[in-house]
């Protein structure tokens, strides 16, 4: 069964530092597409990066990236130049391509706060 | 491109009572999804559309909820007799699969926060 871990309820980083986000992930599928989402405290889920199985190489968006490592099963969060907006939960996520579903199953997530 | 809606915002109700709440997606996506978030924790998947067919739920999922979606636009949630275990974020995604199914990417409104007095 598909199962995505974070073990950092909450994480302080200065303001223009990096900071790395742990994820491990669980599955038997070789297909999978694994997503970090951030949730700042107006509630709604912004999507951020997206990595496929079969990619070869690790995905970038401006200031976020994510350190792909597939024998590990692990998918962590690297945001470069912190910024005081940063400051958020930050959920792991990930779906199979095969089997009966569909969903896009979350971890618990990680609270970063950026300190000026 | 608004992005997806949700109402209410906020839902204040008295145990027993029913709500509806109305989730308006990304115009282009066909499709919708449920998901249940509680205080600490990750959303939970409860249903998802593709055009008007309900294709899963979660056994998450009791008798007390349903879902419709009628025309394979806006989707409404229905909670009935609610109670309260129910109080918790309810967000809507939708999407647009392209390529491989694993890489469909989920845009979220901001959720109906749901408190059961």
């Known amino acids: 069964a598909q199962k995505i871990t974070q073990t950092q309820p909450g994480m302080f980083v200065q303001e223009k530092e990096a900071v790395t986000l742990d994820c491990t992930y669980d599955t038997s599928d070789p297909s999978y597409g694994l997503f970090w989402y951030k949730q700042p405290s107006s509630g709604e889920m912004i999507f951020l990066i997206y990595?496929?199985?079969?990619?070869?190489q690790n995905a970038t968006e401006g200031r976020y990236s994510l350190n792909f490592q597939k024998a590990r099963k692990s998918a962590n969060l690297v945001i470069s130049a912190s910024q005081l907006g940063d400051s958020a939960m930050y959920f792991c996520a990930m779906r199979e391509a095969e089997g009966a579903t569909n969903k896009l199953i979350f971890g618990t997530g990680t609270l970063l706060a950026v300190q000026p | 491109d608004t992005g997806v809606s949700q109402n209410p915002r906020h839902k204040i109700t008295k145990r027993g009572q029913n709500v509806t709440f109305r989730c308006d997606p990304i115009?282009?996506?066909?499709?919708l999804y449920w998901y249940r978030q509680t205080l600490g924790q990750g959303p939970e998947f409860l249903t998802y559309?593709?055009?008007?067919?309900?294709?899963?739920k979660s056994r998450l999922l009791s008798d007390r909820f349903s879902a419709e979606r009628p025309k394979g636009s806006f989707s409404t949630l229905e909670i009935q007799r609610t109670e309260q275990g129910d109080s918790a974020m309810y967000l809507c995604?939708?999407?647009?699969?392209?390529?491989?199914?694993?890489?469909?990417?989920?845009?979220f409104g901001s959720g109906t926060q749901l408190s059961v007095l």
């Open positions: 559309f593709q055009n008007e067919a309900q294709l899963e």
């Open positions: 990595q496929g199985s079969y990619d070869q």
């Open positions: 995604a939708s999407g647009e699969r392209t390529g491989l199914p694993s890489n469909e990417k989920l845009f």
């Open positions: 115009s282009e996506h066909n499709r």
